[in-house]
C-alpha cells in the first residue's frame, strides 16, 4: 500500500527550555486545541489544508506572547 503526503507548510513550535515545563504543556495544549478547532470550523480540514497557516496564525500568535514559544513556517514533503 502507498500514501502519497501532499507537500504543505507546517508550524514548527519550539518551548525554550527557560519556560517551566508545565506552562509550557499548557501552551501546546491550546496549540492543539487550535487544530481541533480548525478541523471543526472546516469540516473535517486538517493541517494540510491550503489555507491552514493563514487561517490559524493569528491565534498562533497570541498564544506565543502568552508562552512565549518560538516559531517558524516551514515547507516539508
Not at 17 to 27: C, H, L
Not at 50 to 76: H, M, R, S
Request: net charge negative.
Amino acid at each position: 500500500m502507498k500514501a502519497r503526503i501532499p507537500k504543505h507548510r507546517e508550524f514548527i513550535i519550539n518551548f525554550p527550555d527557560s519556560i517551566d515545563q508545565n506552562k509550557a504543556n499548557e501552551g501546546w495544549a491550546k496549540l492543539q486545541q487550535i487544530v481541533e478547532d480548525y478541523k471543526k470550523a472546516h469540516n473535517g480540514a486538517s493541517v494540510y489544508a491550503p489555507t491552514f497557516i493563514e487561517d490559524c496564525e493569528p491565534e498562533v500568535k497570541k498564544l506565543q506572547e502568552e508562552y512565549g514559544f518560538e516559531y517558524t513556517v516551514e515547507f516539508v514533503q
